[in-house]
């Protein structure tokens, strides 16, 4: 019963994540923007100067793809898989896994995304839902791979029927699992340099950001994913990202079912009174500064009076991709500000 509260919380926040659309949130009150990470990465192939052995300049050429050697196998969340040949046509029905398919050098065997995979905007968006995808319409597409952090029974088993590999990557619980899930793409799609090197930059400047952040105060913070208070604590991912830089969480002690995504009370966060709001609902849901003020009672909490409640990009604050630098790069800018 516990793994089955457990899924279902996770599932919640899945579609909380999907919410996420191209809205424009209200005027900022502190600026929570970051650089955005750098992990694009281009190969670069040397031309044969041989031109006496064009037969060897071309085998030269096949020796420089990508060093997996096919099959492939992978250790998933849902088992063993197999993949027998590179995926030229994959599916990406995850915006996490969009981002990082692009991220890794993959994005020229990406052939179609989800409705919520936004970015990076070269993305070839489909009209087939993330959240409740059709199985006919994805048949259709004729993918040798899809991807996704979520699929139901009944349509993994539509693809396995068919031969359809499918590769499952639940929402990560960690900046561990993000790097994890980066080199098993890198591995799925013959791209495993590229992945490696995403994540030693990633890990690279997330360290620079502690040491940027070691100084801070230790307030405590309220971390909004919708108006309805669901929220994380300091287990999941974006948990992880306040702790590193010493914030403390009012959710963690709210988490009885210990799912790390609780549902919390406006009473309790009254109670709490955080010293910090961090809205990550400002597109989905057009929550601001402004908004929360305007709530019964909230005009009375000190990151309401003392303005620092902090308007955070739905998208970067959710998806546990490359882009993880660029949420953590906005808290520390935030957190600078604040003191």
């Not at 108006?227 to 709210?254: E, P």
Request: net charge negative; glycine share 6%.
């Amino acid at each position: 019963m516990k793994i089955f509260k457990k899924l279902f919380t996770l599932a919640i926040v899945a579609f909380l994540i999907s919410l996420a659309t191209n809205c424009s949130s209200s005027e900022t009150q502190i600026n929570a923007s970051g650089v955005k990470a750098d992990t694009s990465s281009n190969t670069q192939m040397e031309e044969s100067t041989e031109a006496e052995e064009p037969a060897e300049a071309e085998e030269s050429t096949e020796a420089e793809e990508p060093a997996e050697a096919f099959p492939v196998t992978l250790q998933t969340a849902m088992g063993e898989l197999t993949l027998e040949a590179q995926p030229v046509k994959i599916l990406s029905l995850s915006p996490t896994a969009t981002e990082i398919l692009f991220a890794i050098g993959a994005g020229e065997q990406v052939f179609a995304v989800d409705d919520q995979s936004n970015y990076p905007p070269e993305a070839p968006i489909s009209d087939i839902s993330g959240w409740s995808p059709n199985l006919e319409a994805i048949l259709a597409m004729e993918p040798d791979l899809v991807v996704h952090s979520y699929l139901p029974e009944d349509i993994e088993q539509g693809l396995a029927n068919v031969g359809i590999p499918s590769l499952t990557q639940f929402s990560a619980m960690t900046l561990e699992d993000t790097y994890q899930q980066i080199q098993q793409l890198g591995q799925a799609t013959g791209n495993s340099e590229q992945a490696e090197t995403v994540v030693s930059e990633m890990e690279q400047k997330i360290d620079d950001l502690v040491m940027r952040g070691s100084g801070f105060s230790p307030y405590t913070f309220y971390h909004e994913l919708d108006q309805t208070y669901y929220s994380v604590t300091s287990t999941t991912f974006i948990g992880q990202v306040y702790a590193m830089i010493g914030l403390t969480n009012i959710a963690d002690a709210a988490d009885e079912a210990g799912s790390g995504y609780p549902q919390l009370s406006e009473e309790y966060i009254l109670s709490q009174d955080p010293d910090l709001i961090f809205l990550a609902d400002t597109k989905c849901c057009g929550q601001s500064a402004e908004t929360v003020s305007e709530r019964n009672g909230w005009s009375a909490l000190t990151a309401v009076s003392e303005g620092k409640v902090i308007e955070l990009d739905d998208d970067i604050a959710s998806r546990w991709g490359p882009r993880v630098v660029d949420f953590f790069e906005a808290v520390v800018v935030a957190m600078e500000q604040v003191e």
